[in-house]
């Protein structure tokens, strides 16, 4: 006699494997975290080139002696170099915050400011192998910001917002 017994499972139920040829889901990104993460990259590699060249024979000496590549270590001196350290600090707020128009205008005028500021700090390097990379590299992410930046995506004008230009005019008449 042949019985059939039911048992019961609390293993969790098989999944069917998706094909391998199936797309990645690959959701748009807004504007505004495309620069806030560029300017965070930026952020991070600036400051990294200056800690990494403190390894570079003698700049820790040079610094001791109270100077930084050709410049002497002062208060003025300091306070530059965390003002050229918090903009792009500050930058990743703005890319967050402010209206898109302005937004747009910040990052285009402060990302193109600093080109001439990372090309000049190559002065007074002695491993331009190292700082030449490195300077490349954040050019590559200002341009990126610029790109995102100029890029901006538009919106249609709304169908109201039209319609009540086109009556503010005929009553301007």
Same mark, same amino acid.
């Given at each position: ?74 208060? &003025?001196?300091?306070?530059? !170099? /965390?003002?050229? @350290?918090?903009?792009?600090? +500050?930058? $990743? =707020?703005?890319?967050?915050? %402010? ?6 205008? &910040?990052?285009?005028?402060? !990302? /193109?400011?600093? @080109?001439?500021?990372?090309? +000049?700090? $190559? =002065?007074?390097?002695?491993? %331009? ?12 992410? /200002? ?31």
């Amino acid at each position: 006699m042949n019985q059939l017994i039911l048992t019961t499972t609390t293993e969790p139920a098989m999944r069917t494997r998706q094909p391998i040829t199936a797309a990645l889901d690959d959701a748009p990104i807004s504007v505004r975290v495309k620069l806030a993460g560029a300017w965070t990259s930026f952020m991070f590699l600036y400051a990294y080139v200056d800690i990494l060249n403190f390894f570079t024979p003698g700049v820790v000496e040079d610094i001791l002696d109270g100077k930084v590549f050709e410049f002497d270590l002062s208060q &003025t001196f300091s306070t530059a !170099a /965390l003002t050229l @350290v918090a903009i792009p600090i +500050f930058m $990743v =707020v703005v890319s967050m915050t %402010l209206p898109a128009r302005v937004n747009r205008m &910040t990052n285009l005028i402060v !990302a /193109l400011l600093y @080109v001439p500021v990372t090309v +000049f700090n $190559v =002065v007074g390097a002695s491993w %331009l192998l190292f700082y030449g990379l490195g300077i490349v590299l954040e050019l590559i992410l /200002l341009a990126l910001i610029v790109r995102f930046a100029w890029t901006w995506p538009r919106t249609a004008p709304s169908v109201t917002a039209a319609t009540r230009s086109g009556r503010e005019a005929l009553e301007m008449t």
